[in-house]
């Protein structure tokens, strides 16, 4: 009766979780593996500006995870007071020297740096993060080539637990550069019809309620409730928000939605070990490349 109840428990809970630190673990495991065999180290570094703590927990995240796999790091720090100018020659130091296969800009930047002008400067080729201009039109073209990582992490989670995209109503609410519109564009490139809805969208609930797949990436603690979602959706979490007592929860109420949910990514452990995985995977794959031009 026992052995019943716990396989109840199990069905009715973990399977409707995506463990994205699972997930995460086993893909940076194969990395490691190919890091291995690989006639080059990958390189990834890291430029921060300022002193802004949550950037400096994410920065210290990668550098562990870039530990883990075999990828060689290095975290520039510059003062609070760098000028424009002075970050570009940093980049650009960057772009020449070969060793170093994959730059990220720590963003948010201190307002007197315009992060276009920055982001721009990255050679798209070691623009891991996918945020050049170049990189995101690519996207946009159907030839991707450097995809932003959470998008990226949310497409292997899909691909891992088998939810197929293909004639699925997606729903998108949030249309960042670095999480709505890729992923939006990413779910159509697999045949999804895509609805993207933002902050201006009329009756938001009437589209949330009619997606097979909703991705939300606003910012805003726990807005999509139980009476939000469809039946069975899958419900992919995004947002980070930490409250008064720094406990950190998603854009979704998931303790509510796990039981209207088909399938549900948790806050913690669910997007955000993905999205650093996937950077790392970008950098591996940045410096297969880079081999194959030298070749
Ligand atoms: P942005 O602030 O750049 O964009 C937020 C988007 O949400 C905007 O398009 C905005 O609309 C929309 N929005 C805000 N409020 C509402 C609302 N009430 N209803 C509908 N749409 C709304 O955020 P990001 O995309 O950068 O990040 C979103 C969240 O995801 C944040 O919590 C961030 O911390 C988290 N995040 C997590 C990552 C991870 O690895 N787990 C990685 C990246 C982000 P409009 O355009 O009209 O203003």
């Not at 800009?105 to 201009?133: C, R, S, Y």
């Not at 992919?236 to 406990?247: P, T």
């Amino acid at each position: 009766m026992l052995r019943i109840f716990y396989k109840w428990m199990w069905y009715n809970y973990f399977m409707k979780i995506i463990d994205g630190k699972a997930l995460a673990a086993k893909i940076q495991a194969k990395l490691k593996k190919e890091v291995a065999e690989m006639s080059v180290q990958p390189g990834l570094v890291a430029i921060m500006v300022g002193n802004d703590p949550a950037s400096q927990i994410y920065v210290r995240g990668k550098e562990r995870d870039a530990d883990k796999i075999g990828i060689r790091s290095n975290i520039v720090r510059l003062p609070e007071d760098t000028t424009e100018e002075e970050l570009l020659k940093v980049i650009s130091r960057y772009n020449q020297d070969p060793l170093w296969h994959g730059i990220i800009v720590q963003l948010p930047l201190p307002a007197h740096i315009n992060e276009e002008n920055v982001l721009m400067k990255i050679l798209p080729e070691k623009d891991v993060d996918g945020f050049h201009p170049l990189n995101m039109g690519l996207l946009w073209a159907g030839k991707a080539v450097m995809v932003p990582s959470t998008p990226a992490g949310i497409m292997a989670m899909f691909k891992d637990y088998k939810v197929t995209l293909k004639g699925k109503k997606a729903v998108v609410v949030g249309r960042s550069n670095i999480v709505g519109k890729p992923i939006a564009q990413l779910m159509m490139m697999e045949n999804a019809t895509v609805t993207i809805a933002h902050s201006q969208t009329q009756n938001l609930s009437d589209l949330t309620r009619q997606a097979d797949i909703l991705v939300v990436a606003i910012g805003s603690d726990r807005f999509i409730k139980a009476d939000d979602v469809k039946p069975g959706a899958v419900v992919i979490d995004v947002g980070m928000n930490r409250g008064d007592g720094g406990k950190l929860h998603g854009d979704v109420d998931f303790e509510n939605v796990k039981e209207v949910a088909g399938l549900i990514t948790p806050v913690p452990g669910g997007v955000g070990p993905m999205t650093r995985t996937m950077l790392m995977k970008q950098t591996v794959e940045a410096a297969k490349r880079s081999l194959k031009n030298v070749e």
